[in-house]
């Protein structure tokens, strides 16, 4: 059975960086793209960084230039380095993962998700 764990949230002052890791269980390799995404209280939940098979990324504007995703296919794992939070950065981080390489299919997938509060 395919998994995804994620880890890393916590509470960081305004300007502040953390590092998100979601990691992908019961499979050899995972080849399919994978995307951060984001849900704040009362609100939809949104892609925040994708990133497809052949480490193609893609970013929302409200973190372009911020947040950097990468992954690393031997650990079956992306990660989340968030630069320069904001207080509008909170929100409960989610790893999906897509059906195929590319994140332009649908996520079927999701984790738990990993709490990040930016508060001073």
């Known amino acids: 059975q395919v998994q995804i764990g994620e880890s890393g949230g916590g509470l960081v002052q305004p300007g502040g960086s953390l590092t998100l890791t979601c990691t992908v269980s019961?499979?050899?390799?995972?080849?399919?793209?994978m995307g951060w995404f984001r849900q704040a209280p009362g609100q939809q939940r949104d892609l925040v960084a994708a990133?497809?098979?052949?480490?193609?990324?893609e970013y929302s504007e409200a973190v372009k230039g911020r947040f950097t995703v990468w992954r690393d296919n031997l650990r079956k794992s992306i990660y989340l380095q968030m630069r320069d939070l904001k207080p509008e950065d909170t929100a409960r981080y989610y790893c999906?993962?897509?059906?195929?390489?590319?994140?332009?299919?649908?996520?079927?997938?999701w984790g738990q998700g990993t709490q990040v509060t930016v508060s001073s």
């Open positions: 999906g993962r897509y059906t195929a390489w590319t994140w332009k299919s649908e996520i079927n997938l």
């Open positions: 019961g499979v050899v390799i995972d080849p399919n793209a």
């Open positions: 990133i497809d098979r052949d480490e193609k990324d």
